[in-house]
């Protein structure tokens, strides 16, 4: 495996608070930064949970998420290794198959609000001698829900970012869990230099 370092775990009985901060995850080489994040912090509320018999968390937050992920000169990836233990791992054992419930619904959760904040991420391709950035990563979901009466409810994303040195936004609404499911979706990326995503694009067709 890889070394792991967590700064530390704390849960708080009386707020429903839990919080992991300091994660990541090492290269083999144990000093090399693969992945991770500064803060983590969940916040479940469970007076509402009770009273609307779901599971009702009022924020999400994630603070410093990141990685690093290398192309090497042969092709492979620096996360390579984990990608292949999970592959050999041998599958999880079915359970055994019942009859599926009519109408059977989502599972009853509701979060109040989701934030990301302070994200980045590197991906460096030694085949292309090239490195495509993404910094300051924000993302916003205000409320999403699955509870009945609110599947007409408009989830409202957001996310900014700098994608190699430009300013990256997008922004849209949806209604993921209604009868008739809808969406809208726009992208601002301006003065971008798309020759730096060329070798990643699939070649045309002849």
Do not use: C
């Amino acid at each position: 495996g890889r070394p792991v370092r967590v700064g530390a775990i704390t849960l708080n009985p009386f707020t429903a608070r839990l919080r992991v901060r300091g994660l990541e995850v090492f290269e083999p080489d144990g000093a090399t930064p693969a992945f991770g994040f500064a803060d983590a912090a969940v916040n479940l509320d469970p007076v509402m949970s009770v009273l609307r018999r779901a599971v009702v968390v009022s924020a999400v937050e994630l603070r410093g998420p990141h990685a690093v992920v290398v192309r090497h000169a042969d092709g492979t990836l620096n996360l390579s290794d984990i990608l292949e233990r999970r592959s050999a791992a041998p599958p999880a054992a079915a359970p055994p198959e019942a009859a599926p419930e009519a109408g059977a619904a989502l599972p009853r959760l509701l979060i109040s609000g989701t934030r990301v904040d302070a994200g980045w991420f590197i991906f460096r391709d030694e085949q292309q001698g090239a490195r495509q950035r993404l910094m300051g990563l924000h993302i916003e979901v205000p409320r999403i829900s699955t509870l009945p009466g609110d599947g007409d409810l408009l989830v409202k994303p957001y996310l900014r970012a700098d994608l190699n040195g430009r300013e990256l936004v997008l922004d849209g609404s949806a209604k993921p869990f209604a009868v008739t499911r809808s969406g809208t979706t726009l992208l601002r990326l301006q003065d971008f230099d798309l020759t730096a995503l060329a070798p990643y694009l699939p070649s045309p067709r002849t």
